[in-house]
């Protein structure tokens, strides 16, 4: 399992390839089993149909890893933050009127309420072929906390930054409660058979940087440190999304195995300043391959450049967007093979 085997420190172990939101709407398939579903939450919660979505993108591009179709949403909506998905609109929750405005008992019923999240990855696990990786994933506190105080979706994440600074204690509050959901949800699908698992913190580069460590690098480490305390060793691949710099201090301290690096990030500085032993995964601008031709093919020469000598997981620096053309996504995984 060559994500596995690069992930464990093998240097020889080659280059890996998957991307980011590699089952999604640019998939004709994955866009007419999507039409059959009521809403996308029940779509997430149907291990048959997350099972068969999931393995689409490995059918059609022979990538080196699933992901579980499933969303970071799923801990909101165990919340009874009323999430629903409307066409164009995309997440709507109930916004919180304060940090602790939330019933924290709903966590116990985690792994019963979640328990499909687990059976879809059993499924999909059992029909993988087993060079193949299947990736867990969570959504870390900030980037949860970013939809549930604004109810979606936000440019400035005023609402979420303001308790930040003016309800710190509660907002801390609110952060055990959602760490202990995100260790308990990634222990869930590490336990039915996940060989990787991720951290998405999508807007991490929102916290201020003198409230990084608090916000950012301090949850991480206690999520990461909660899920070994549970017995679990399968590697981590964290991906705080937009902290440029701040990517040192946060290699620095947490410990992951592999990092995301977002296309915003100069790929060479990552690459010279960041632990040697430390995968590091990206970074593809998505609309560049959503652009094709040659400055795709340039993106991927500056890619390969950035990253010669080093261990690479090849992905986008965030997912693919909708109107992705998907010959677009077949020649550049075809040239990610040919360049090794
Ligand atoms: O292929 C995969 O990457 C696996 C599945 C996956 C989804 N969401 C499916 C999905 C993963 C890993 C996620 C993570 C996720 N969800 C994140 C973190 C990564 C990131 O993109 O920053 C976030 C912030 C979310 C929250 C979320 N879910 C949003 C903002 C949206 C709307 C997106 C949009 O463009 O409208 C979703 C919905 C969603 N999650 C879709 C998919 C395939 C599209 C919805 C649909 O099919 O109708």
Known sequence: MQLVNLLKGDKNAGRALWFMRQAGRYLPEYRSVRAEMPDFISFCLNPEKAFEVTLQPIERFDLDAAIIFSDILTIPWLLE?????????????????????????????????LSPVGDAVRLTRKKLSTDKALIGFAGAPWTLVTYMAEGGSSRDFAKAKSWLWSARAQTKALFSLLEEAVIRLLVLQARAGADVLMLFDSWAGAVPDALREDFVINPAIRIIDGVRDQGIAQPIICFPKGLGEGLLGFA???PCQGLGIDQHTNLAWAAENLPENLVLQGNMDPLAVAAGGAPMRAELDRILAAMAGRSHIFNLGHGFVPHTPVENVAELTQLVRERG
Do not use: W, Y
């Open 252 to 254: 620095d301290q947490v």
């Open 81 to 113: 933050r009323n999430l629903r998905f409307e066409a164009g609109r995309g997440p709507l929750l109930d916004a919180m009127d304060h940090p602790l405005d939330i019933n924290a008992q709903l966590i116990t019923s985690l792994e019963d309420k």
